[in-house]
């Protein structure tokens, strides 16, 4: 089993920054693709940004040049670095790592409340 907790969410103005984090626990494991996914009132359950297996990554087009993944392997953290917030980035972000070894499967985190408001 996977276990992912998100962390650094708050209340930010317009303008500022944040970094979410998502540590992963529990037994090894391999990935297919693992990233932040948001979902605001009344929205859908949209990607934010992803890694691939072979280290690429994926943006929405609404956060490209703004938000920024990275991740550290020796603390088995995904961090998603956001600045230049907007009000419509408001949103529960949540952790997702779709997992192909020793069991396929899709694990999410609780999420993490991220309010952009002045």
């Known amino acids: 089993q996977v276990q992912l907790v998100e962390s650094g969410g708050g209340l930010v103005q317009p303008g500022g920054s944040l970094r979410l984090s998502c540590a992963a626990s529990?037994?090894?494991?391999?990935?297919?693709?693992m990233g932040w996914y948001r979902q605001a009132p009344g929205k859908q359950r949209d990607m934010v940004a992803t890694?691939?297996?072979?280290?690429?990554?994926n943006y929405a087009d609404s956060v490209k040049g703004r938000f920024t993944i990275s991740r550290d392997n020796a603390k088995n953290t995904v961090y998603l670095q956001m600045n230049s917030l907007k009000p419509e980035d408001t949103a529960v972000y949540y952790c997702n790592a779709d997992v192909i070894w020793p069991t396929r499967n899709s694990y999410w985190g609780q999420g993490t409340q991220v309010t952009v408001s002045s």
């Open positions: 890694f691939t297996s072979g280290g690429g990554t």
């Open positions: 529990g037994a090894r494991f391999r990935f297919e693709v």
